[in-house]
Structure formats: C-alpha cells, structure tokens
C-alpha cells in the first residue's frame, strides 16, 4: 500500500513587498518632480554663458550646480531634462513716448559679447531665439548648421554682419527661420534648398546685389509667411513664388523688382491676409485683390482703374502710382468700405467730385 504524504507550503508573507512596492513608486515619483537637467548641459550653457555680455544681469540665475532647467530662457523635456529651447530675447522694446528709465532697462538687457560653440552639447535643442540683442560685428557662425534638430531659429534684428552661412541648408527640420533686419550678404540662395520643413521665412534687409536668380528654381517648401523686403529680387517678379499655395504673408517691398504684374500672381489660390508690394517699379492693371486684412502697392507704376478688394480689408495703401478714374466705387460700396480703417490714394490720376458717401464712412 502505497503512502501518500502531502506538504504544506510554508506560509510566506507578502506584508514587506507591500510595503516596498509604494516605496518604490514614492522614490520614482519624487526623482521625476525633482528632475535637474543633465550635466553637459548644464555645463555647455555656462560656458555659453561666460562669453556674453549681460549688461543686467538677467542671466544671474545660471550658476554652476543649478538646476538650468529653472534658468531663465531655458525650456526642457518634462520627462527627460534635457534643454530643448532658448528663449533669449530681450524686454520688449517700449513705445517711443516711454519714460528714460523703461529705454534704460530695455538697453541693459540686451546681450552681447561672443556666441560659444558650446551650444553643440545641447544635442535635443530644437528652438533658439537670440533676437533683438546686440551682437555687434558678430558673423553667424558656421556651428549653427550643425544644430540640426532645430525647428525654429530666430536671430531677426541682433546686428549680426557678413555672409550667411551656407551649412543652414542642412537644418531640414527647420519650420521657422528668420534672420531679418540684420547685416546679411549671400550671393547664393542654394542653401535654402535644403529647408524642406520651412513654413516662415524672413530674410529682410539681406544683401544680395550679386545674387542672379534662377528663374527655373522651385523651392522645396510651402511657407505661409515670407518677409523678403530690402532683399533686391529684381528686376524680374520672382517666379518661385508661383509654386508657394498656403501663403497668407507675403512682403517683398524695396526689391528692386521692375516688371509687369504676372497674372499667375493675381489668380494664386492662396488667399492673402496681408500684402505689401511697395517701392518696385511695378506696372500693370490690378482689377480685384484677394487680401483680407492690409495691401500696401504704393510707390510703383501701377495703372488702370482702382482694385476691387474684400469687405474685410482694413488698411489699404495705393500712394504713387498711376490709378485712374474715379474712386466712388471703392468708397461708396458698402461690401468695400465696411471694415476699411486707413486709405491712402494720393498722388494717383484719380479723377471726379468726393462722393457723398465719404460723410457716412
């Protein structure tokens, strides 16, 4: 007869994983609500930060063993603590009738002095903003084209000089670009090619004198706003422009652009919130606008009747041109006029009486 024996399982208490399991989870939880950002990088944008000029001080919180991601202008992952975004703007700048003391502020707070390479180690930066500063004399160096994870980069109006660097081509992830209002030259546009992911562009006051376009050159994005004035286009209308299908900002004024108004332009079926062709030798009749908010063409060679426009445009700008006949109907139609706030119309071949309609606008 065979015996069976059967063992009872020694009773184990679950009591102490209990415990360590909350443990765990309090110890998780409070590393990531205190998370401090790493330290390359903390160290890369304190090198940053000993070449520059901080006249205020508004820097004063990037201190070696801080948490830079408490630091003013720094922006990093919630999860990861690595810096993603540098905001470095000055104080806005304030309106001419402010007193001394606000311009004094906004002037010391405007940065300067040399840009480090250091700016390399933050490898998951993706927007950098040194706008409005003063970086004197200062070139846009070649390491930015090896920050290749930007999305956005603003170095607009912080007096930057000399040529821009051709490598910029290689950020294709790049969304927002603007380099305007600085000291620029190029005598190529090549580089642009390499911005696939471009959706603003502005290259104002660029120089580009020696620059020819080419005429059969299609650009690779689609940007709903490009601010190219003072950039010297001419003399022919750029034809790129042909192949842009979401733009609703467009300003290539002071161009140097000297030709016939292309049809293809006026019937593009983007639809325009703001508009500004001013100061070119541009010719041709207009008949209707598709704009919605702001049209500037003064100061060129336009003729014909005055354009039709939309119901919704507010400022609206013809000064300079050779516009004819009378202008009753841009006044006196009510869709025209409902929103209009600003018209300038002199020094056109405006002919006839002021309507009686004026008085009800």
Not at 56 to 83: A, E
Not at 170 to 191: E, I, R, T
Not at 304 to 325: E, H, I, M, Y
């Amino acid at each position: 007869m065979a015996i069976t024996t059967m063992t009872t399982p020694l009773p184990v208490s679950l009591f102490p994983f209990l415990l360590l399991i909350p443990a765990i989870c309090l110890s998780f939880c409070h590393a990531n609500s205190n998370l401090l950002c790493i330290q390359s990088e903390r160290e890369a944008l304190l090198k940053f930060k000993n070449h520059l000029i901080d006249p205020s001080n508004r820097l004063s919180s990037w201190v070696k063993g801080g948490d830079c991601c408490k630091w003013i202008g720094v922006v990093c992952h919630n999860s990861t603590g690595h810096v993603n975004e540098l905001h470095l703007a000055p104080l806005s700048e304030p309106d001419g009738f402010a007193p001394y003391a606000e311009w004094e502020a906004y002037y010391n707070s405007l940065l300067g002095g040399k840009i480090n390479p250091s700016l390399l180690e933050l490898k998951h930066l993706s927007s950098l903003d040194l706008s409005n500063n003063d970086f004197s004399s200062i070139h846009i160096l070649k390491f930015f084209g090896l920050l290749e994870g930007l999305t956005y980069f603003n170095l607009s109006d912080a007096k930057f000089q000399g040529a821009i660097p051709h490598n910029l081509g290689n950020l294709s992830k790049l969304q927002y670009l603007d380099l305007g209002g600085n000291d620029l030259k190029s005598k190529s546009l090549q580089w642009v090619s390499g911005l696939s992911s471009l959706q603003y562009l502005d290259l104002s006051y660029a120089d580009l004198h020696k620059f020819e376009p080419n005429s059969s050159w299609i650009p690779p994005f689609q940007c709903e706003r490009i601010e190219l004035g003072h950039w010297h286009l001419g003399p022919k209308f750029p034809q790129w422009l042909k192949f842009q299908k979401k733009l609703s900002y467009l300003d290539i004024s002071y161009a140097g652009i000297s030709d016939v108004m292309p049809t293809w332009f006026l019937n593009l079926p983007t639809q325009f919130e703001y508009l500004n062709l001013s100061s070119n030798q541009l010719r041709g009749e207009i008949s209707d606008l598709n704009v919605t908010t702001t049209i500037d063409l003064s100061l060129n060679r336009f003729t014909g009747p005055l354009p039709r426009v939309l119901s919704t445009l507010t400022l609206l700008f013809l000064s300079n041109n050779s516009f004819s006949g009378s202008f009753s109907q841009l006044i006196c139609d009510a869709s025209s006029r409902k929103q209009m706030e600003v018209l300038y119309i002199d020094k056109n071949l405006i002919s006839g009486d002021i309507p009686d309609c004026w008085n009800h606008c």
